[in-house]
């Protein structure tokens, strides 16, 4: 009787702690997002951590000739099969993470960086090794993820990023 006792309490012991871990949802994993384009026969692709705005107007709040992350968690980054033209500069096909500095009440450049692998802050203070203007423009719609989207513009990469309200568009050459 002694032994039964034992057995029904321990497996009760064992069914509400399977119960109690079944209900605890593991954490939930950050969302990524990628992007790509074919231009010139050269693969471009971007992947990207996808922040929510949660009410805030990030752009906005941003302080003239900060570094910002685009993105989050590790750093954003951008794949190349080809070679890129980037304000003037030759960019030779590989890795590069990818920031965007505001510049200007409306004006801002996506800065490349060749060191990858790092996560997305503090933002590197110097090294990068092209920057290309971004354009500021009010979209149409409401974006609560970050998103980006590449293309290809008349033989050059066009990149997009939208987030809130806020449009941020640019191009670069591919060779």
């Known amino acids: 009787m002694m032994k ?5 309490l321990a497996l009760s012991l064992s069914l509400t702690f399977a119960a109690a871990c079944a209900a605890q949802q593991p954490a939930a994993k950050p969302a990524r ?7 010139k026969k050269q693969k471009i692709s ?6 929510t705005l949660k009410g805030r107007d990030v752009l906005a709040k941003a302080p003239e000739g900060r570094v910002w992350r685009l993105g989050m968690n590790e750093a954003t980054h951008l794949s190349t099969s080809g070679d890129l033209m980037v304000g003037g500069k030759e960019l030779k096909a590989g890795k590069y993470t990818l920031w965007v500095r505001k510049t200007g009440a409306d004006t801002w450049t996506l800065a490349f960086h060749p060191k990858t692998g790092v996560w997305g802050s503090p933002a590197p203070k110097d090294g ?29 990469a066009a990149i997009k990023i939208h987030w809130g309200t806020a449009l941020l568009t640019g191009t670069f050459g591919v060779k």
Do not use: H, W
């Not at 039964?4 to 029904?8: E, F, G, K, N, V």
């Not at 971007?46 to 922040?51: L, N, R, S, V």
């Not at 092209?130 to 290809?152: H, R, V």
């Open 46 to 51: 971007i992947d990207y951590g996808k922040p």
């Open 33 to 39: 997002g990628a992007a790509e384009a074919t231009v």
């Open 4 to 8: 039964t006792r034992r057995t029904l």
């Open 128 to 156: 990068f090794v092209a920057e290309t203007p971004l354009k500021l423009e009010k979209a149409a719609d409401s974006a609560e993820e970050l998103m980006i989207a590449l293309g290809d513009k008349a033989g050059d």
